[in-house]
């Protein structure tokens, strides 16, 4: 026969006590009550249950402080903590404390019994299990990271539970998503925290110059080397380094870094001298490096050293529940750089922002608000005072009337044939090609990394057209 285990249940309100009591109860399971925080330590440390689902505004103390009371008393005890109003910080302290999961209130009356019942197997299996040493608490670190939608919940789990370990992360989802906010977060809520972080971006760094960015270099190693350099490995030593859109790393540089994942060694550019570096890597990407593993543009061994842990950021508009969260953030924080009070935004902004697709993600919406708050006239944004889209000139409703002017792909291709035709020197197909792969290069500030991205091709493919059209560009 099964063997009864012990659900405590903690929260100021009676009524939902009574609620959740009566969705677990059950022949195998025993729910005890407590409306504070204290009483529920003490009925803790009585009963030893397998379970507290406990709400996080408690009295005389938090939730917070009840998971670590409960936690140094018992260190494989199953917690769940419960908020409506549950912020990005309290999210990914709970996590780092060790508590189960982290739930919504509002999405209780939905899924209480799953994650109990997953959160009740957990304890069982733990049981029959060795033990493990329980997380270290960190001090709280305000982030740039928000949200409440259940795709950010999950990211601040994540954040919570690979935080207090030394494997490598992986962040995925597309520019302008918030990837190096994930990582500083990991580095801020690790034991790593008060030591450096260091971000590079491994595309807006020349192949020639980023193994020296990284690895540092000697005097004389090469043309332009006057002095020695000390790289991003070694001043970030006992830190975190970031290594952004490192599908752009070329393969060279690759072998490099595979080389410190393994062994903790480097040698600087043009040196001999062998040198021992303790760095945790977070890398990011808006690739998909399988595919690039698998046309061997990224080294395999690589890429699954670095994708130990992965963590993938939702693009804003799989988060509508997250825009005004965002956008009120946004503009308490441009409010706090003017010291002026926070502009408002009325009910007409947030259908015009929630309405839009956001390509360009959490950038592009802070960006956005911006411009805002220097268009706005009035302490309120209108739908006036918002810029949406490429042309940034124009506010919202504006754009959106001058699309209808703006030539169809059907006309454009129309004008293109007509073109050729009435030219005879016009070879369409070729000068398509050419045009196409200066105008992205200009647009782009002649950055190859953009300009093949805007194109849809390798820039390896990019390179192969500028030398065939007489074309040139940075890195």
Request: charged share 25%; hydrophobic share 40%.
């Amino acid at each position: 026969m099964a063997k009864q285990q012990t659900i405590l249940l903690v929260d100021r309100e009676t009524d939902f006590l009574d609620w959740a009591q009566n969705q677990l109860k059950s022949p195998l399971a025993r729910v005890l009550l407590e409306t504070s925080a204290d009483a529920a330590y003490k009925t803790f440390c009585l009963e030893q249950p397998e379970l507290v689902l406990a709400e996080m505004n408690l009295h005389p103390f938090s939730g917070i402080e009840l998971l670590a009371q409960i936690r140094k008393h018992t260190p494989n005890a199953m917690v769940i903590l419960t908020s409506a109003f549950g912020t990005t910080q309290s999210v990914i302290e709970a996590m780092k404390m060790g508590a189960f999961d982290f739930v919504r209130k509002e999405q209780l009356p939905f899924n209480i019994k799953v994650v109990v019942d997953a959160a009740l197997q957990a304890s069982a299996e733990l049981q029959n299990a060795s033990a493990f040493k329980p997380q270290l608490t960190v001090e709280q670190h305000r982030e740039d990271i928000v949200g409440r939608s259940d795709g950010m919940q999950q990211v601040f789990k994540m954040i919570g539970r690979v935080s207090g370990s030394e494997a490598p992360v992986m962040v995925t989802g597309e520019s302008g998503s918030g990837k190096e906010l994930v990582a500083r977060a990991i580095h801020n809520y690790s034991h790593r925290s008060g030591k450096s972080f260091l971000a590079i971006n491994c595309a807006a760094i020349p192949e020639n110059l980023l193994e020296s960015e990284l690895f540092g270099h000697e005097k004389g190693s090469f043309t332009g080397a006057h002095s020695q350099r000390i790289g991003r490995f070694e001043q970030c030593d006992n830190g975190t380094l970031f290594l952004d859109e490192i599908g752009e790393m070329p393969l060279q540089v690759q072998s490099k870094i595979l080389r410190v994942l393994q062994e903790g060694e480097f040698s600087r550019v043009g040196g001999n001298q062998t040198l021992r570096t303790d760095v945790r890597i977070v890398c990011a990407t808006n690739k998909n490096l399988e595919e690039e593993v698998a046309r061997r543009a990224f080294r395999e061994d690589l890429f699954y050293r670095l994708n130990v842990v992965r963590i993938h950021l939702p693009p804003l508009r799989q988060r509508p529940d997250d825009i005004v969260l965002l956008a009120e953030y946004f503009l308490q924080k441009i409010a706090n750089q003017k010291h002026r009070p926070p502009l408002k935004l009325s009910e007409e902004a947030i259908r015009v922002l929630e309405a839009y697709p956001w390509p360009g993600n959490v950038r592009e919406l802070e960006n956005t608000l911006q411009r805002a708050s220097l268009l706005a006239t009035a302490d309120v944004l209108l739908p006036k005072d918002i810029p949406l889209g490429q042309n940034s000139n124009e506010p919202a409703g504006v754009s959106a009337s001058a699309d209808a002017a703006a030539p169809t792909m059907e006309s454009a291709m129309e004008f293109l044939f007509k073109t050729a035709s009435e030219d005879p020197a016009i070879e369409l197909l070729p000068w398509l090609e050419r045009e196409f792969t200066l105008r992205a290069m200009k647009k782009t500030g002649d950055n190859q990394v953009r300009a093949a991205k805007l194109l849809g091709i390798t820039r390896a493919t990019l390179r192969k057209r500028l030398d065939r059209n007489g074309g040139g560009g940075g890195d």
